[in-house]
């Protein structure tokens, strides 16, 4: 990779939707393919956008969320309403749903390690 590639106005990085997301716009900051063994993402949730019940197969998910609220659930039971400056740490096959509250986009960073493969995003 060319050391100029290292360097990139975020409005030059591609968007996409994850699979299993409602409203959901995220951008690669670091993607599997840079080798760096972690995958991150910054994600824009629009208001009443979804994650449904899912799980991850291989990877760790940590979320921190930095604008808007939402409603988490992780596992069986434990659903809290998180905002600003919340962590949430997901485990590898935990059950996870999130729906953003109120009028205001939420905004997100996620990082998968190891980074989330094709086959990672599994309906619980």
């Known amino acids: 990779m060319d050391a100029a590639d290292l360097i990139q106005h975020l409005d030059s990085i591609a968007t996409y939707s994850p699979p299993l997301h409602d409203g959901t716009v995220n951008r690669r900051l670091v993607e599997a393919g840079l080798g760096a063994g972690v995958e991150v993402i910054q994600g824009r949730l629009e208001p009443g956008g979804t994650a449904s019940r899912h799980m991850h197969r291989e990877a760790w998910q940590i979320i921190l969320f930095q604008k808007g ?56």
Do not use: K, N, W
Request: charged letters at 20%; aromatic letters at 6%.
């Open 69 to 124: 609220r939402a409603r988490v659930e992780l596992g069986d039971g434990i659903a809290r309403e998180v905002g600003p400056g919340t962590v949430v740490r997901i485990p590898p096959m935990m059950p996870h749903y999130v729906e953003i509250l109120g009028d205001e986009t939420a905004e997100l960073i996620v990082i998968y390690s190891p980074p989330v493969g094709p086959d990672g995003f599994i309906p619980a």
